[in-house]
């Protein structure tokens, strides 16, 4: 008998959406279909704005969750994606009802400050986001668009996800996660530069990654897929 | 005729470049020493009251943070100085960043007390911000600062000219009264310069508000030339006469009595200049969205930028390099009189702004600089656009 369709959200890390991680696409071939809100310039199209301030974000990140017609249902966020994803339950419990965060933005600890990643040459921002190296679909983004316009495209979805952390990522989630009320799964990468597994206490319990990266689900995508998946089938 | 003071912190090692990666943002405070900063400071100051008794129409100030290229994060605290100790030449600020300033109502607020301690000399510049300046060391979000900058500029104009007391409702500062005192003395309000590094939203900005253009380029007319030809495209859309006082050009400029004397003079403090003061990381210079995306796309085809960036990032040019580039302009009076006539020509630019000591020139040569610049070039100079009037000059100055 064919196992029911079960859908969760996704919502990207600083780098963009190029595509399923190996993480993701595990946990497709379980059965999961993967529902990806568009927030506002992270498709890398000419003319993004950016909203005024955090509010409008969650705002963007609203209408963007409900156009896609998945809730309620889990939610798995990395990085700036897992600082929206917390707030999400925060706000809209009613649309989560699992929460995973992969070392997620939101709170910033000054004694585990980490590497800025946007003080880096632009040309090298990518290196430091993972612990095994860039993979290839993150170079390739935006090829399709042609020699000249893929620098401008990837130039944009930069603006929006450093927008959403700018200048040191706290948005004060400190203060609200006692407002989360489903379950969630809070996982780190021993290795990230970005925002060192130091913070990963201020989030409660959490598990380590061993050599994962900031964006751990490329770098150790079995140990996140085998982490995610009997939380999501519990 | 202005001139331009950049006071740079003159005592970086000569290895500054070797040992430390940036002299803007994370530079390591344990160069700084005190009583160098407060004697530059009196020296610096001395110098540009020297520059009016020398004939100059302007004296520039300008604002950075965080870093030893400039020593001016307060660019009013400067300009009170030496409105204060001078009667005639305008008094030019080319700070201050509206954007990082929360409500901006303080800058119109410092501008006036400006314009009223000059007796209304004051020329009121609204920067953008250096990327470094703005994003790193003051941590303004880039890819909102544009739009925060322009709103700012608006809440200022608002505040010198509307007669009673108004709410602000804008994205970013929400003020419910606004009534600033003092008002300008300058009616309707001091003249705006906005000093650009070649983005395209900037020439519009000038073009369609009647605000000058002040190119701060350091890489000399070729890419200077670019960012004028982009300006005077967007004056032209507006539909705006090309008086060329509606631009400004920032230049280097070292004279001597020969040629040879000022190839051999001006080496070591240009070389200080480029090799030291804009040593910066490039990781500070492109934080998402500080650029727009039309800047993006023209700077993507811009060779000769290219170029410039490019030596730049790789230790700096060559004394020759600077030359040959335009960099910086040398030679002896006759020779630098032609070619910044050559310069304001070609660009179409008619508020020339010097920058007659740069570096770690010492004060003796500066001022040899200026007084060389002051009687024996600036007088060749003055009237090269006299069927043109500069409607962007403040109304007492002289």
Redesign the interface.
């Known amino acids: 008998m064919p196992a029911e369709p079960r859908t969760l959200i996704y919502l990207p890390g600083l780098a963009g959406d190029p595509g399923s991680s190996p993480a993701l696409a595990a946990l497709e071939a379980d059965g999961w279909t993967v529902a990806r809100p568009q927030l506002p310039g992270f498709d890398g199209e ?3 704005r ?1 909203p ?1 301030d955090y509010l409008g974000w969650l705002t963007a990140l609203w209408d963007a969750v409900d156009a896609t017609g998945a809730g309620p249902c889990p939610v798995v966020g990395a990085s700036v994606g897992g600082m929206l994803a917390a707030d999400l339950a925060v706000f809209r419990p009613e649309a989560v009802t699992r929460l995973v965060l992969l070392a997620p933005f939101g709170i910033f600890d000054p004694d585990h400050a980490g590497l800025d990643p ?5 040309a ?1 921002r990518l290196k430091p986001l993972f612990e095994r190296g860039v993979p290839e679909v993150f170079g390739q983004r935006f090829a399709a668009k042609g020699e ?1 316009e893929a ?2 495209a990837r ?2 979805t ?6 959403l952390i ?3 990522g706290d948005r004060g989630l400190a203060n609200r996660l006692h407002r989360i009320t489903c379950p969630r799964l809070v996982l780190w990468g021993s290795a990230d530069q970005i925002i060192p597994v130091g913070t990963a206490a201020a989030w409660g319990d959490h598990q380590v990654i061993e050599g994962g990266g900031h964006l751990l689900e490329w770098d150790q995508p079995d140990a996140v897929a085998g982490a995610i998946r009997p939380f999501l089938d519990r | 005729m202005l001139w331009f003071h950049l006071m740079p912190y003159p005592q970086l090692p000569e290895d500054f470049r070797e040992r430390y990666r940036s002299v803007w943002v994370d530079l390591d405070a344990g160069l700084l020493d005190p009583e160098v900063v407060a004697s530059s400071y009196e020296t610096y100051l001395d110098q540009l009251v020297f520059a009016e008794a020398c004939g100059f129409d302007g004296l520039c100030v300008n604002e950075h943070h965080s870093n030893g290229y400039g020593l001016m994060p307060s660019p009013n605290l400067m300009a009170s100085i030496v409105a204060n100790r001078t009667s005639r030449a305008a008094v030019v600020v080319l700070g201050n960043s509206v954007a990082l300033y929360d409500p901006p109502t303080r800058v119109a607020e410092e501008m006036s007390m400006l314009d009223l301690l000059s007796r209304g000399r004051l020329v009121s510049g609204f920067p953008v911000g250096t990327a470094m300046d703005t994003a790193y060391a003051y941590g303004a979000n880039p890819g909102t600062l544009r739009a925060k900058y322009y709103e700012g500029i608006d809440l200022v104009l608002q505040a010198w000219t509307r007669p009673e007391p108004f709410a602000f409702n804008g994205r970013f500062t929400k003020q419910r009264w606004v009534n600033i005192w003092p008002r300008p003395m300058q009616q309707p309000h001091p003249p705006v310069w906005i000093p650009g590094g070649g983005s395209v939203e900037t020439w519009d900005l000038c073009a369609e508000r009647d605000f000058v253009y002040a190119a701060l380029s350091y890489y000399g007319h070729l890419v200077g030339k670019e960012a004028m030809d982009g300006f005077w495209e967007a004056v032209e859309r507006a539909g705006r006469d090309a008086n060329p006082y509606r631009a400004g050009f920032l230049q280097f400029v070292g004279v001597a009595d020969t040629d040879a004397e000022a190839y051999r003079l001006y080496k070591e403090p240009a070389e200080y200049f480029f090799q030291r003061s804009l040593h910066f990381y490039p990781g500070f210079v492109d934080p998402p969205g500080y650029t727009s995306e039309a800047s993006v796309r023209r700077k993507l085809q811009s060779s000769v930028r290219a170029a410039a960036m490019t030596t730049q990032a790789s230790g700096g040019p060559t004394w020759d390099e600077m030359l040959e580039r335009g960099y910086v302009i040398i030679g002896s009076p006759d020779t630098v009189r032609e070619k910044l006539e050559h310069v304001a020509r070609t660009l179409h630019v008619g508020h020339l702004m010097t920058l007659l000591h740069f570096g770690n020139m010492s004060d003796e040569l500066a001022r040899q600089n200026t007084e060389l610049f002051g009687t024996k070039v600036l007088p060749g100079l003055k009237d090269i656009w006299s069927e043109h009037t500069d409607h962007w000059w403040p109304a007492n100055a002289r």
């Open positions: 000419s003319g993004f950016c005024d946007y003080a880096v040459p632009t090298k000249a620098p401008v130039y944009l930069d603006i929006a996800a450093a927008s700018w200048p040191v």
